[in-house]
T-cell receptor, first 114, second 112 residues
Framework: NAGVTQTPKFQVLKTGQSMTLQCAQD?????MYWYRQDPGMGLRLIYY???????DKGEVPNGYNVSRLNKREFSLRLESAAPSQTSVYFC?????????????FGPGTRLTVT | GQSLEQPSEVTAVEGAIVQINCTYQ??????LSWYQQHDGGAPTFLSY????GLEETGRFSSFLSRSDSYGYLLLQELQMKDSASYFC?????????????FGRGTSLIVHP
């Protein structure tokens, strides 16, 4: 099992350019999440998908869109990149399970917007 | 909304015991998780408390007091490889939903 995979690992964009970050999981999880991580800020939720066919905004959704393509894949799109979107982006997946819950994170995408 | 408070940095020596505290304010609380993140890496799950009390997993333990809105992560027999950032996260939502909010993280530095 690969777990959670993300592409690309690194990306440099110019202001105004667009791009899509890809995420896939092979653990048959229902829920998937996109976070951004900035120094000293912890992980902040951008969007999440509780189950296939649904998406909802998290704490910091402005400037982003998402698509839950199927149960395995959840993509994050930046339509017009801004320097404030320079960050490390993590995708995660998980399920409530019984009384025990954990999220599995991908390796991250390091994005720089100039 | 939710807010979590945890110390920004903790230092300890190899072999010692260290406790990382987390206090939270949330409108709908269902559980507290802990994650470890090494520099440049992905967060990895350590522990989850849905009920009051202590959960033990090897050298790591986690405690929750719902009445005090407080939890902690206890690391025993510290090793150099435990130097990392540790995040607490609260779970809001129930059933099949899990909306997480993470603290800003505690940087643990283990000295020889």
């Amino acid at each position: 099992n690969a777990g959670v995979t993300q592409t690309p690992k690194f990306q440099v964009l110019k202001t105004g350019q667009s791009m899509t970050l890809q995420c896939a999981q092979d653990m048959n999880h229902n829920s998937m999440y996109w976070y951004r991580q900035d120094p000293g800020m912890g992980l902040r939720l951008i969007y999440y998908s509780a189950s296939e066919g649904t998406t909802d905004k998290g704490e910091v959704p402005n400037g982003y869109n998402v698509s839950r393509l199927n149960k395995r894949e959840f993509s994050l799109r930046l339509e017009s990149a801004a320097p404030s979107q320079t960050s490390v982006y993590f995708c995660a997946s998980g399920d409530a399970g019984q009384a025990f819950y954990e999220q599995y994170f991908g390796p991250g995408t390091r994005l720089t917007v100039t | 909304g939710q807010s979590l408070e945890q110390p920004s940095e903790v230092t300890a020596v190899e072999g010692a015991i260290v406790q990382i505290n987390c206090t939270y304010q949330t409108s709908g609380f269902y559980g507290l998780s802990w994650y470890q993140q090494h520099d440049g890496g992905a967060p990895t799950f350590l522990s989850y408390n849905g009920l009051d009390g202590l959960e033990e997993t090897g050298r790591f333990s986690s405690f929750l007091s719902r009445s005090d809105s407080y939890g902690y992560l206890l690391l025993q027999e510290l090793q150099m490889k435990d130097s990392a950032s540790y995040f607490c996260a609260v779970r809001e939502g129930g059933g099949g939903s899990y909306i997480p909010t993470f603290g800003r993280g505690t940087s643990l530095i283990v000295h020889p």
